[in-house]
């Protein structure tokens, strides 16, 4: 009898050891998930383009930048951020970090960074640098089985 019991309490604390490492490797399996959504959304605005980043966000986004509501990511590329990658020469992050939470279906994203923007030339072919320190939140959402943005909040001060 007592053999009984102690297989059966090992067996429960091997159950519920292996559930647990389970969900600690699905857990890590979807932070790297969205670690690459992030870096693909980084990525494409280093390389000045919004190629391919649609995908990365829900239809029926919300972006918010410095104090302003933009709208969906699809507005916030027809209206603002798209003509301005017009005007970048280079847009470069540096100090790069990130932080990412899973609970799903959702999670949770912070990003601290200094990006540099090289404006192209103007007329009198002079061309003006801007370096800000920035930070963004996002909450992204696994919807049909892919990771999408379906808030973005980002905004920057003068570095020091």
Do not use: C
């Amino acid at each position: 009898m007592k053999t009984l019991k102690l297989t059966t309490i090992l067996m429960l604390i091997m159950f519920a050891t292996g559930q647990l490492f389970s969900q600690n490797a699905d857990s890590g399996t979807e932070k790297e998930a969205v670690l690459k959504v992030m870096k693909s959304y980084k990525d494409a605005l280093q390389n000045l383009t919004t190629e391919g980043t649609f995908e990365l966000f829900a239809k029926d986004s919300e972006v918010f930048e410095s104090g302003g509501i933009e709208g969906t990511y699809a507005n916030y590329i027809e209206h603002h951020l798209g003509p301005e990658l017009g005007h970048f020469k280079k847009f470069e992050f540096s100090d790069y970090e990130i932080d990412a939470e899973v609970d799903l279906p959702y999670a949770f994203t912070t990003e601290t960074y200094i990006y540099t923007i090289v404006l192209n030339p103007d007329e009198k072919g002079e061309s003006r640098t801007i370096k800000k320190k920035g930070v963004a939140t996002s909450i992204l959402k696994k919807m049909d089985g892919k990771w999408k943005i379906i808030k973005t909040h980002s905004s920057s001060r003068n570095t020091k």
